[in-house]
């Protein structure tokens, strides 16, 4: 399985961009999806995660204005996010994990400047 991660953007500060991870396998099969991200100088860190029973959890400074949500029919998991801030840029990355396969995608750039 691999996955591809895309829309990322240049947005201005206050506006909203909707990441994708397309999977090219079932989506379904993995015990839960994660967005990362990576700032310039920064380690990885992790923003949100949805399991497959379609609980969420969000990292601290993105809860209340970010949504992670799952479409099985087109294998893919989204990372909504708004209210962006120039604090938001960097590289954002999806990772699926089940008990014997962990999968990253290759990251798609977000840059928050006006």
């Known amino acids: 399985v691999q996955l591809q991660a895309s829309g990322g953007g240049l947005v201005q500060p206050g506006g909203s961009l909707r990441l994708s991870c397309a999977a090219s396998?079932?989506?379904?099969?993995?015990?839960?999806v994660s967005w990362y991200r990576q700032a310039p100088g920064k380690e990885r860190a992790w923003v949100a995660t949805?399991?497959?029973?379609?609980?969420?959890k969000y990292e601290d400074s993105v809860k209340g204005r970010s949504a992670i949500s799952r479409d099985n029919a087109k294998n893919t998991v989204y990372l909504q996010l708004t209210s962006l801030q120039p604090e938001d840029t960097a590289v954002y990355y999806c990772k699926a994990w089940t008990h014997r396969l962990t999968v990253w995608g290759q990251g798609t750039q977000v840059t928050v400047s006006s």
């Open positions: 396998g079932r989506i379904s099969s993995f015990t839960y």
């Open positions: 949805i399991y497959t029973n379609g609980d969420t």
